[in-house]
């Protein structure tokens, strides 16, 4: 367990503005949060060069609690407002906070552009394969089959894959982990802060209030240990036989490889141009 | 990898400091309308551009591409114009002075990025080469059908400050000032053409660029922990810090307080309503500019923008030479809307010809400020098929009336 005093976290968040917060109790999003302050504040970040951006969605209301440079944006474009921020300044370090509708729904198109130019941003999207702030309705994670209010009989659409869809567009580092292993949150989020391209972490959560409650999951408790027992780590995967990996929540880093990378290419082109003599 | 990244933001800083040295070629010339828009863009410090392909506005983006990276400015083509207006947005927040353009289609799907930078009190231009719409329509034909969007086009109230230049001289002045306008009042401006002016090349000779204007957003000097985003002031303008200055504020494109948090409290949110409200109505002398020729004892007024102006001016000048005593009002900002001009125009006058590209916008606007003037002398003059209403339509109008 890296060891970061409660009290450090505390000193992350905006206390005298923002609380109580809007999460129900028992969310995963609050885990997700905790672990990325405590990444940051291991590695000694200042705050002042982190820009915290999101969408809409109960996954994207995080900026407003943590005390760094915050951007709360539209629905499914904080990765666009994110690429404008990092590209005129980018020594910022750009964080995005997404949902999984915000950003493989609406966002789908900036999240497989982003990841294509390789843009040094890191995208942590925490999956509960539903919309949760809207009440219910089915995403494009949401299983096949499973009940959201705007599935009464079953989700009869296949759901993405999320990390799949980042490698096939080009992101270069990309990592599943889930809310219950709050370490490799914390371990992939200093990873992919530290990675020089576009990073995707994809968080599977829970949304027990709605999600849960549809699909008689259970309650918190019940989910986070459905997240230990029913994912495996990555190195696993060729160890044990075919019918135990199938319909696991694989975890680990899947990709990370050095590749150009945006903003350092733009520069590169600036000066290129610039050499020729600025005409 | 990292002494790259710094490098990068070395040029965005030598950028900031250094005006580039104006080549001269740009400042007697033969230009394009749209060219226009690029080279004031840039004279009025635009160091970043994001933005996708669309008739009749893409020579200002094919213009930037090529421009921007020689003074270390950033050009990006995104994957949309949704992304296009974020990425612009994002970058103001940084820093940056931001603009896009685009046509009606691209300006359509810009419009809740437009609303979001208005309600942020983001500073950033979208210039919209008008095309005839709705829809696809005809790409390379003119039309003036987004007066109207060009205010209303985002859900809301939210207050808009729209130019229209008449020729490619005034592109590029407009130009500076949607530039200068949204740094003073941090709000998405508006800069609507023609598309006619978009692609009409007028030989131009452009001020040196010391004599060009250049407004810069004011910056705090009170310490972090006194920052208001949304500072009150009796004339609405506020600091305004950029991200990794050291502030940490909080933007959300939710209602807010002057901080910027979220609020559900009716007074908070009136408060914020108001503010967006009133820097507009509180700077209307700022704000709104028009041109007035031949108005003195006019008896006729023709009230036209962008290209259409053109064509009255045209008309005018011969029926004054035929004695009939016309002028022509013509609103260089169209919103706020002139309304004062235009009550004036409507007391001194017995009949108000309205020529316009659409199927009749701006003879709202007149309409509402009519008191005592029947139908009859207010004279729409529509056209809605990609041609232009001709000089000569006009002067047998006014013929007709007079
Ligand atoms: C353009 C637009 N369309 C729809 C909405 C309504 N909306 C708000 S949040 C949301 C879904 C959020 O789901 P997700 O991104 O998965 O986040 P979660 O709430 O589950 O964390 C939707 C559809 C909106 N705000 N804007
Ligand atoms: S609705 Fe679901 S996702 Fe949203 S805060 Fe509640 S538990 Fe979390």
Same mark, same amino acid.
């Given at each position: 367990?890296?060891?970061?005093?409660?009290?450090?976290?505390?000193?992350?968040?905006?206390?005298?503005?923002?609380?109580?917060?809007?999460?129900?109790?028992?969310?995963?999003?609050?885990?997700?949060?905790?672990?990325?302050?405590?990444?940051?504040?291991?590695?000694?970040?200042?705050?002042?060069?982190?820009?915290?951006?999101?969408?809409?969605?109960?996954?994207?209301?995080?900026?407003?609690?943590?005390?760094?440079?915050?951007?709360?944006?539209?629905?499914?474009?904080?990765?666009?407002?994110?690429?404008?921020?990092?590209?005129?300044?980018?020594?910022?370090?750009?964080?995005?906070?997404?949902?999984?509708?915000?950003?493989?729904?609406?966002?789908?198109?900036?999240?497989?552009?982003?990841?294509?130019?390789?843009?040094?941003?890191?995208?942590?999207?925490?999956?509960?394969?539903?919309?949760?702030?809207?009440?219910?309705?089915?995403?494009?994670?949401?299983?096949?089959?499973?009940?959201?209010?705007?599935?009464?009989?079953?989700?009869?659409?296949?759901?993405?894959?999320?990390?799949?869809?980042?490698?096939?567009?080009?992101?270069?580092?990309?990592?599943?982990?889930?809310?219950?292993?709050?370490?490799?949150?914390?371990?992939?989020?200093?990873?992919?802060?530290?990675?020089?391209?576009?990073?995707?972490?994809?968080?599977?959560?829970?949304?027990?209030?709605?999600?849960?409650?549809?699909?008689?999951?259970?309650?918190?408790?019940?989910?986070?240990?459905?997240?230990?027992?029913?994912?495996?780590?990555?190195?696993?995967?060729?160890?044990?036989?075919?019918?135990?990996?199938?319909?696991?929540?694989?975890?680990?880093?899947?990709?990370?490889?050095?590749?150009?990378?945006?903003?350092?290419?733009?520069?590169?082109?600036?000066?290129?141009?610039?050499?020729?003599?600025?005409? | 990898?990292?002494?790259?990244?710094?490098?990068?933001?070395?040029?965005?800083?030598?950028?900031?400091?250094?005006?580039?040295?104006?080549?001269?070629?740009?400042?007697?010339?033969?230009?394009?309308?749209?060219?226009?828009?690029?080279?004031?863009?840039?004279?009025?410090?635009?160091?970043?551009?994001?933005?996708?392909?669309?008739?009749?506005?893409?020579?200002?983006?094919?213009?930037?591409?090529?421009?921007?990276?020689?003074?270390?400015?950033?050009?990006?083509?995104?994957?949309?114009?949704?992304?296009?207006?974020?990425?612009?947005?994002?970058?103001?927040?940084?820093?940056?002075?931001?603009?896009?353009?685009?046509?009606?289609?691209?300006?359509?799907?810009?419009?809740?990025?437009?609303?979001?930078?208005?309600?942020?009190?983001?500073?950033?231009?979208?210039?919209?080469?008008?095309?005839?719409?709705?829809?696809?329509?005809?790409?390379?034909?003119?039309?003036?059908?987004?007066?109207?969007?060009?205010?209303?086009?985002?859900?809301?109230?939210?207050?808009?400050?729209?130019?229209?230049?008449?020729?490619?001289?005034?592109?590029?002045?407009?130009?500076?000032?949607?530039?200068?306008?949204?740094?003073?009042?941090?709000?998405?401006?508006?800069?609507?053409?023609?598309?006619?002016?978009?692609?009409?090349?007028?030989?131009?000779?452009?001020?040196?660029?010391?004599?060009?204007?250049?407004?810069?957003?004011?910056?705090?000097?009170?310490?972090?922990?006194?920052?208001?985003?949304?500072?009150?002031?009796?004339? %609405?303008?506020?600091?305004?810090?950029? %991200?990794?200055?050291? %502030?940490?504020?909080?933007?959300?494109?939710?209602?807010?307080?002057?901080?910027?948090?979220?609020?559900?409290?009716?007074?908070?949110?009136?408060?914020?309503?108001?503010?967006?409200?009133?820097?507009?109505?509180?700077?209307?002398?700022?704000?709104?500019?028009?041109?007035?020729?031949?108005?003195?004892?006019?008896?006729?007024?023709?009230?036209?923008?962008?290209?259409?102006?053109?064509?009255?001016?045209?008309?005018?000048?011969?029926?004054?030479?035929?004695?009939?005593?016309?002028?022509?009002?013509?609103?260089?900002?169209?919103?706020?809307?002139?309304?004062?001009?235009?009550?004036?125009?409507?007391?001194?006058?017995?009949?108000?010809?309205?020529?316009?590209?659409?199927?009749?916008?701006?003879?709202?606007?007149?309409?509402?400020?009519?008191?005592?003037?029947?139908?009859?002398?207010?004279?729409?003059?529509?056209?809605?098929?990609?041609?232009?209403?001709?000089?000569?339509?006009?002067?047998?109008?006014?013929?007709?009336?007079?």
């Amino acid at each position: 367990m890296e060891n970061i005093p409660q009290k450090i976290i505390h000193e992350y968040l905006r206390h005298d503005k923002k609380f109580p917060h809007v999460w129900c109790a028992g969310c995963s999003n609050g885990i997700v949060l905790g672990a990325i302050i405590r990444a940051i504040a291991k590695m000694n970040i200042d705050r002042n060069d982190i820009v915290m951006v999101s969408g809409i969605g109960c996954s994207s209301r995080m900026p407003v609690y943590v005390d760094f440079n915050t951007l709360h944006t539209l629905h499914g474009r904080p990765i666009a407002y994110a690429t404008g921020v990092k590209l005129f300044k980018p020594h910022l370090k750009v964080i995005v906070v997404t949902g999984d509708g915000d950003c493989t729904a609406i966002g789908g198109n900036h999240f497989i552009h982003a990841a294509r130019r390789n843009i040094d941003l890191t995208v942590i999207l925490i999956n509960n394969n539903i919309y949760g702030m809207t009440g219910g309705q089915a995403s494009p994670t949401t299983p096949h089959m499973a009940i959201a209010t705007t599935t009464p009989y079953g989700n009869i659409e296949p759901d993405f894959n999320i990390c799949n869809l980042a490698i096939g567009a080009g992101a270069s580092f990309v990592a599943r982990t889930t809310a219950f292993h709050t370490n490799e949150v914390q371990n992939y989020v200093r990873d992919a802060i530290e990675h020089p391209g576009f990073s995707l972490i994809e968080v599977v959560s829970s949304c027990p209030v709605i999600y849960g409650r549809l699909n008689k999951k259970g309650g918190p408790a019940e989910m986070l240990k459905h997240m230990r027992d029913e994912s495996i780590p990555l190195t696993a995967v060729d160890k044990l036989p075919k019918e135990k990996v199938e319909g696991k929540i694989v975890r680990g880093i899947i990709k990370r490889v050095i590749e150009p990378e945006f903003c350092a290419e733009y520069a590169k082109l600036c000066e290129r141009v610039q050499a020729m003599g600025g005409e | 990898m990292a002494t790259k990244k710094l490098k990068s933001t070395e040029y965005l800083k030598s950028l900031v400091k250094t005006e580039p040295a104006p080549e001269e070629k740009h400042r007697i010339a033969l230009l394009q309308g749209n060219q226009a828009v690029a080279y004031g863009a840039m004279d009025a410090g635009v160091n970043f551009f994001a933005g996708y392909p669309i008739t009749p506005s893409t020579e200002i983006a094919e213009i930037l591409s090529e421009e921007l990276p020689k003074r270390g400015g950033v050009y990006v083509q995104m994957e949309d114009e949704i992304a296009s207006i974020c990425a612009i947005t994002g970058a103001s927040l940084t820093g940056a002075k931001a603009l896009t353009a685009t046509s009606g289609p691209g300006f359509s799907l810009m419009q809740e990025g437009i609303g979001y930078a208005k309600i942020t009190e983001t500073p950033c231009v979208v210039v919209n080469v008008q095309r005839m719409g709705p829809s696809t329509g005809m790409p390379t034909s003119p039309a003036q059908g987004d007066i109207m969007q060009a205010k209303w086009g985002s859900h809301g109230d939210s207050p808009a400050i729209v130019l229209y230049p008449d020729s490619v001289r005034e592109s590029y002045e407009l130009t500076i000032r949607a530039v200068n306008l949204s740094e003073k009042y941090r709000t998405c401006v508006i800069l609507l053409l023609d598309e006619v002016i978009g692609h009409m090349r007028e030989a131009v000779t452009l001020p040196d660029l010391a004599n060009v204007r250049v407004i810069s957003r004011i910056k705090p000097t009170v310490p972090p922990h006194w920052y208001k985003h949304y500072d009150e002031n009796q004339k %609405y303008l506020s600091p305004l810090a950029s %991200y990794g200055e050291g %502030y940490r504020f909080h933007v959300t494109g939710l209602t807010h307080d002057s901080h910027g948090f979220p609020t559900n409290k009716p007074s908070e949110a009136h408060e914020m309503m108001e503010r967006l409200r009133k820097k507009i109505t509180h700077n209307i002398r700022d704000l709104v500019q028009i041109e007035s020729r031949e108005m003195e004892d006019a008896k006729i007024a023709i009230f036209a923008a962008g290209i259409m102006s053109r064509a009255a001016k045209q008309a005018v000048a011969q029926a004054r030479a035929e004695g009939i005593p016309v002028g022509i009002l013509r609103p260089l900002t169209i919103w706020p809307f002139p309304d004062d001009a235009v009550r004036k125009m409507l007391r001194n006058v017995d009949t108000v010809i309205v020529p316009e590209l659409n199927q009749g916008q701006l003879i709202h606007e007149i309409r509402r400020l009519t008191k005592d003037k029947s139908d009859g002398d207010l004279i729409s003059m529509q056209r809605c098929d990609g041609a232009l209403i001709t000089p000569n339509e006009i002067l047998r109008k006014i013929k007709e009336v007079h």
